[in-house]
Structure formats: structure tokens, C-alpha cells
């Protein structure tokens, strides 16, 4: 990381050469509560942590307390709002991908975040490895066999036939398209459209920090909408629901994560797969992850973002060689030409007849990746210093979406060929198809593998330190939040939001387990995704008004 001067009211590195300040009556920390209580010391703002905090501390005692009417609720909350809001999840999610494509080629792509002389503080190699273990990890280990073998055989995305008939055998005619549409459908949820999500909160927090001199916050963005208004309640409003979005997102990650590591234990080691058990491990992890949180950003979530790296390239590279070279390339070539192929299809959102897609999938990720966009937004924006428009955008949105498709085609393509090489003893087919456990879908399709036991080891250990990763950096994240954008704010307010990320997560899983955590995901997204629609517009007015290259 380079040296650089930063401001001591706002610890935020200052514009380098030609920047277009905003010249704001408002002094970071004016709205805080300062106090000291022996060797720990809080600044909070006031009223984003006070409404954020004990709001989710009642939503704790309510899940706990109640835990049969929680989950009651939360079972018939998703499938009602996703049947409800499909269409504008869908709708936005194209505009996102829209306006960051717009950005590539139009001339305010060579403005440079920091200012006209900025250089970057990581090389590309740490920079692309923060970005991606923040952004995706845990997921793409859920559902990187799961997805593609599920959209093949069971969705049915546009209508796409099964190749597999109700007595287990393979409809030959039926194969080829099913093979492609499996890796198209997973890859559009994978690909261009969760990376645009990110990067238009990214990039709307970088240049309103980094260029306007404004706090590390959400509300910054909104400053050419309200201008000093931002600061009174239509800020506290969005910060607060920023905050709302990011724990409810995190927790779900998660949740699906300790789920997954306890499949793998019990696989691997024989250790009960029960609630009891993900609830240890949720527990246990989030300890670690407090470790790192007092490491801080470089000696904690760099370190671990790069162990995350090589451990996942190798596990990816084994797969890759231990499935057949040539068989994977082709898989990912054909899933490549099949999404470019059905991507204006597969986006649409109306007049379509696969609810089970559009609805229990598409929906359900564009407000699980709008839910992370806070978390992976800001901390995007944190390590993206120094980087023009043009070179931030087709690094956040191609590149790691390659890396996704790159690793959906290995592992999703390995265990497609095995369901249709031997559909009758095929562990992916009897774990994914047949019974439907999810958490266990990798460690089936890795028993197909040589070395499994090896492997499998592997992989529960890269769960475990995504899922480490992920807390640390939500916690930072959602901490600069609710201290009004002050990136160093004492220690223990990082520690309180470790801490509940973890609890949120457990009183999920006790209160309904998947369908609660896609929930809340769901319900947090909705309102979410108007405040990223409002900061599109935003982004392209602070960017008229900076120099360019």
C-alpha cells in the first residue's frame, strides 16, 4: 500500500492533483456520542447506531423468544415477495449492468478516483484478491455444484426440458441443450449483474469520498439529490437501511456457510449435521474472526483474503485436471456462448412462464447481492484508490465475473458429467435431485474425484475462512456506517457488529433456517435496491463535474 496524506477529521487518504471538493457545512463526527469507559472508547453516530443497533438487538430477542411464529413468518415471507417484486429485481439489476457498461466508453471514464495524480494503494494481485473473497466466497462454494446441476435437471430456465426421465434414465435429445442451459442460468446469476451491483456502490462511495472529500458513508453518494439535507434524517434513513441490508446479507452468507462446513464434517469426520453444531461453528468462527478484526484492514482481511486465493486456486486447479482439462475448457466454452446466447431471455422480466427460476432464484439473488452491495461496496471502495472510472469498472465487473464462470464450469461442469455418465450411482444426483441437500452438494461431487478425503478437507477449510473473511470485513464496514464515515473508530464498535453478525445468524437458523435467512435477505433488498437505482443517477452528476485524463 502506498504512503499518502489523509485527513485526521475524516481518515480518508486526501485528492492527489485536481479534485472538485464539495465545500459541505457539515464536520464528520458533529452528530456522534463520544464517551470512554475505562480502556474502551465509542464513537457512535447519532441516530444510525442507536436505531440500527437496538433494532436488530430486538429482532434477536424476538427470533429467540418466539421461535415457531418466527419461523411461521418467515416461511411465508419469501415465496410472497419474491412472486410480488420479481419483475423490479430483474428490472433494476439490467439497469445496474446498463449504466456500468455506459460508464466503459463514455468520456467521464477517465476520471481518476483520489484525483487527477492518484496512484493505486494495492498491485493488482491483492487488489483482485479483496475484492473477489469479499464479494462472492462463501457463495461460490454453496452453490457452485449445486446451481448447475439443479437449472439442468429441475428448473427448467425458459422451459428448457430435463435430460433426466422420473425412473432415472437419460433423455438423450434433451442433453445437449439442458448441459448448456445449467451453466447459461448459473452464470447470468454469477456473471455481469451481481458485479455491477457492487461496483455502482463502489464506485459511488470512492468518488464521493476520495474526489468530493465527503465521509466514507452511504448517504455521501446522495449529496448532489439533497445536497445539505443529506446529513438530517434522509441520510440517517439510508445509512440506516444500508446497515439493515448488510447484516441481514451477511448473516444469511453466513448461515449458508456454517451449514455447508457442518455437511462437510459430518461427511468427512462423521460430526452430527444439527443446528447445535452449525451454531458452534458460527460461534467458533466468529471468535476468529474478532482475531482478525483487531488486526485491522492489512494485517487481517488482506492476509486472509490472499490465504483464500491460493487455497481456492488450488482446490480449483485439482478439480479442473481431475475432472478432464478438456472436458471443463469445453464446458466453460459452451456456457459461455449459451449466456451471451440467452442473457437478453434470461433477463427479462416479464411474460415468462419458469417461476421456479425467475422467482426462487433470480429474485432471490438480485436481493441477496443488493443486501451485500453496503458490504461489498464499501469495501471495494476502500482498496480501489487511485484507479480510473474506465480501469475500475472492467476490473470489478469482467474480470472477477470471468473467475465466476471459470469456476462454475469446473466444478458445476465436473458434477454434470457425472449425473449424466452414471445417473444411477451418481452421489451428485442422489444429494442434488433425488433428496435436494444442498450443503452437501460439493462434497458429492468431489467424492467422484480422487483423493475425496483430501479434498474434502480442503474445502471445509476454505468455508471456514471465507466465512471469517466475510465477517471481519462486514463488521468494518457496517461499523464505519454507524460512526457517520469515520474509517478509525475504536476497536470495540467493530467488535459489537462481529458479534451480532454471528447472533443474527444463529437466530435465523433457529428461526426457520434457509427459508428465514432468504427472508430477511429479500425484505431488506426490496427497499435497498431504491436507494442504489437514486445513487446511479448521482454517480454520473458527481463524475461531470471531476477533471478527466
Same mark, same amino acid.
Given at each position: 500500500?502506498?504512503?499518502?496524506?489523509?485527513?485526521?477529521?475524516?481518515?480518508?487518504?486526501?485528492?492527489?492533483?485536481?479534485?472538485?471538493?464539495?465545500?459541505?457545512?457539515?464536520?464528520?463526527?458533529?452528530?456522534?456520542?463520544?464517551?470512554?469507559?475505562?480502556?474502551?472508547?465509542?464513537?457512535?453516530?447519532?441516530?444510525?447506531?442507536?436505531?440500527?443497533?437496538?433494532?436488530?438487538?430486538?429482532?434477536?430477542?424476538?427470533?429467540?423468544?418466539?421461535?415457531?411464529?418466527?419461523?411461521?413468518?418467515?416461511?411465508?415471507?419469501?415465496?410472497?415477495?419474491?412472486?410480488?417484486?420479481?419483475?423490479?429485481?430483474?428490472?433494476?439489476?439490467?439497469?445496474?449492468?446498463?449504466?456500468?457498461?455506459?460508464?466503459?466508453?463514455?468520456?467521464?471514464?477517465?476520471?481518476?478516483?483520489?484525483?487527477?495524480?492518484?496512484?493505486?494503494?494495492?498491485?493488482?494481485?491483492?487488489?483482485?484478491?479483496?475484492?473477489?473473497?469479499?464479494?462472492?466466497?462463501?457463495?461460490?462454494?454453496?452453490?457452485?455444484?449445486?446451481?448447475?446441476?439443479?437449472?439442468?435437471?429441475?428448473?427448467?430456465?425458459?422451459?428448457?426440458?430435463?435430460?433426466?426421465?422420473?425412473?432415472?434414465?437419460?433423455?438423450?435429445?434433451?442433453?445437449?441443450?439442458?448441459?448448456?442451459?445449467?451453466?447459461?442460468?448459473?452464470?447470468?446469476?454469477? $456473471?455481469?449483474?451481481? /458485479?455491477?451491483?457492487?461496483?455502482? %456502490?463502489?464506485?459511488? *462511495? +470512492?468518488? =464521493?469520498?476520495?474526489?468530493? #472529500? @465527503?465521509?466514507?458513508?452511504?448517504?455521501?453518494?446522495?449529496?448532489?439529490?439533497? $445536497?445539505?439535507?443529506? /446529513?438530517?434524517?434522509?441520510?440517517? %434513513?439510508?445509512?440506516? *437501511? +444500508?446497515? =439493515?441490508?448488510?447484516?441481514? #446479507? @451477511?448473516?444469511?452468507?453466513?448461515?449458508?456457510?456454517?451449514?455447508?462446513?457442518?455437511?462437510?464434517?459430518?461427511?468427512?469426520?462423521?460430526?452430527?449435521?444439527?443446528?447445535?453444531?452449525?451454531?458452534?461453528?458460527?460461534?467458533?468462527?466468529?471468535?476468529?474472526?474478532?482475531?482478525?478484526?483487531?488486526?485491522?484492514?492489512?494485517?487481517?482481511?488482506?492476509?486472509?483474503?490472499?490465504?483464500?486465493?491460493?487455497?481456492?486456486?488450488?482446490?480449483?486447479?485439482?478439480?479442473?485436471?481431475?475432472?478432464?482439462?478438456?472436458?471443463?475448457?469445453?464446458?466453460?466454452?459452451?456456457?459461455?456462448?449459451?449466456?451471451?446466447?440467452?442473457?437478453?431471455?434470461?433477463?427479462?422480466?416479464?411474460?415468462?412462464?419458469?417461476?421456479?427460476?425467475?422467482?426462487?432464484?433470480?429474485?432471490?439473488?438480485?436481493?441477496?447481492?443488493?443486501?451485500?452491495?453496503?458490504?461489498?461496496?464499501?469495501?471495494?471502495?476502500?482498496?480501489?484508490?487511485?484507479?480510473?472510472?474506465?480501469?475500475?469498472?472492467?476490473?470489478?465487473?469482467?474480470?472477477?465475473?470471468?473467475?465466476?464462470?471459470?469456476?462454475?464450469?469446473?466444478?458445476?461442469?465436473?458434477?454434470?458429467?457425472?449425473?449424466?455418465?452414471?445417473?444411477?450411482?451418481?452421489?451428485?444426483?442422489?444429494?442434488?435431485?433425488?433428496?435436494?441437500?444442498?450443503?452437501?452438494?460439493?462434497?458429492?461431487?468431489?467424492?467422484?474425484?480422487?483423493?475425496?478425503?483430501?479434498?474434502?478437507?480442503?474445502?471445509?477449510?476454505?468455508?471456514?475462512?471465507?466465512?471469517?473473511?466475510?465477517?471481519?470485513?462486514?463488521?468494518?464496514?457496517?461499523?464505519?456506517?454507524?460512526?457517520?464515515?469515520?474509517?478509525?473508530?475504536?476497536?470495540?464498535?467493530?467488535?459489537?457488529?462481529?458479534?451480532?453478525?454471528?447472533?443474527?445468524?444463529?437466530?435465523?437458523?433457529?428461526?426457520?433456517?434457509?427459508?428465514?435467512?432468504?427472508?430477511?435477505?429479500?425484505?431488506?433488498?426490496?427497499?435497498?435496491?431504491?436507494?442504489?437505482?437514486?445513487?446511479?443517477?448521482?454517480?454520473?452528476?458527481?463524475?461531470?463535474?471531476?477533471?478527466?485524463?
Amino acid at each position: 500500500m502506498t504512503e499518502n496524506s489523509v485527513d485526521p477529521e475524516t481518515g480518508i487518504p486526501v485528492p492527489e492533483g485536481a479534485a472538485n471538493l464539495i465545500d459541505t457545512e457539515y464536520t464528520i463526527g458533529q452528530d456522534n456520542i463520544q464517551t470512554q469507559v475505562g480502556p474502551f472508547g465509542m464513537d457512535i453516530h447519532n441516530p444510525v447506531f442507536l436505531i440500527s443497533g437496538l433494532s436488530i438487538m430486538a429482532f434477536v430477542f424476538y427470533a429467540l423468544a418466539l421461535p415457531e411464529q418466527a419461523g411461521e413468518f418467515f416461511g411465508w415471507l419469501r415465496p410472497a415477495l419474491t412472486s410480488s417484486f420479481d419483475w423490479f429485481f430483474l428490472s433494476a439489476a439490467n439497469i445496474f449492468v446498463l449504466f456500468c457498461l455506459a460508464l466503459i466508453v463514455l468520456p467521464v471514464g477517465s476520471v481518476r478516483l483520489g484525483g487527477a495524480d492518484a496512484t493505486p494503494d494495492y498491485t493488482y494481485l491483492g487488489w483482485f484478491a479483496m475484492l473477489f473473497a469479499a464479494g462472492m466466497g462463501i457463495g461460490l462454494m454453496f452453490f457452485g455444484v449445486l446451481e448447475p446441476v439443479y437449472h439442468m435437471a429441475i428448473s427448467q430456465p425458459l422451459g428448457t426440458p430435463s435430460p433426466i426421465a422420473e425412473d432415472g434414465s437419460i433423455i438423450a435429445a434433451n442433453v445437449d441443450a439442458a448441459r448448456e442451459m445449467g451453466l447459461a442460468a448459473t452464470i447470468y446469476h454469477w $456473471g455481469l449483474h451481481p /458485479w455491477a451491483i457492487y461496483a455502482v %456502490v463502489a464506485l459511488a *462511495l +470512492a468518488l =464521493f469520498s476520495y474526489n468530493k #472529500g @465527503l465521509p466514507l458513508t452511504i448517504r455521501s453518494a446522495f449529496y448532489p439529490i439533497f $445536497g445539505e439535507k443529506v /446529513w438530517g434524517w434522509w441520510g440517517h %434513513v439510508i445509512d440506516t *437501511l +444500508a446497515v =439493515f441490508a448488510t447484516l441481514f #446479507g @451477511l448473516a444469511t452468507s453466513l448461515g449458508f456457510g456454517a451449514q455447508q462446513a457442518n455437511a462437510g464434517l459430518e461427511h468427512v469426520f462423521g460430526i452430527p449435521n444439527n443446528t447445535t453444531v452449525q451454531i458452534l461453528l458460527i460461534t467458533f468462527i466468529t471468535a476468529i474472526a474478532l482475531v482478525s478484526v483487531l488486526r485491522g484492514l492489512d494485517g487481517g482481511v488482506k492476509l486472509l483474503s490472499e490465504i483464500n486465493m491460493g487455497i481456492a486456486a488450488v482446490l480449483l486447479v485439482f478439480v479442473f485436471f481431475a475432472a478432464g482439462a478438456m472436458a471443463i475448457l469445453t464446458e466453460f466454452g459452451q456456457g459461455m456462448v449459451a449466456y451471451a446466447k440467452d442473457l437478453i431471455p434470461l433477463s427479462n422480466p416479464f411474460g415468462r412462464e419458469d417461476d421456479a427460476y425467475r422467482q426462487g432464484w433470480t429474485a432471490f439473488y438480485w436481493a441477496w447481492w443488493i443486501s451485500w452491495s453496503p458490504f461489498v461496496g464499501m469495501f471495494i471502495a476502500r482498496v480501489s484508490r487511485g484507479r480510473t472510472v474506465r480501469e475500475f469498472i472492467i476490473c470489478v465487473l469482467l474480470i472477477p465475473s470471468l473467475v465466476c464462470i471459470l469456476w462454475m464450469a469446473t466444478f458445476g461442469g465436473a458434477a454434470i458429467e457425472q449425473v449424466l455418465a452414471d445417473p444411477v450411482n451418481s452421489p451428485v444426483k442422489a444429494q442434488v435431485i433425488d433428496s435436494y441437500n444442498p450443503p452437501i452438494s460439493l462434497f458429492a461431487m468431489l467424492e467422484g474425484l480422487p483423493l475425496a478425503s483430501l479434498t474434502s478437507v480442503i474445502a471445509i477449510v476454505l468455508v471456514i475462512v471465507f466465512f471469517v473473511t466475510s465477517s471481519d470485513s462486514g463488521s468494518l464496514v457496517i461499523d464505519t456506517i454507524t460512526a457517520g464515515g469515520k474509517v478509525d473508530a475504536p476497536v470495540p464498535q467493530r467488535v459489537f457488529w462481529c458479534v451480532f453478525e454471528g447472533a443474527v445468524a444463529i437466530v435465523l437458523l433457529l428461526g426457520g433456517g434457509l427459508a428465514a435467512l432468504q427472508a430477511m435477505v429479500i425484505s431488506t433488498g426490496l427497499p435497498f435496491t431504491l436507494v442504489l437505482l437514486a445513487m446511479c443517477w448521482a454517480i454520473y452528476q458527481g463524475l461531470r463535474t471531476e477533471r478527466r485524463a
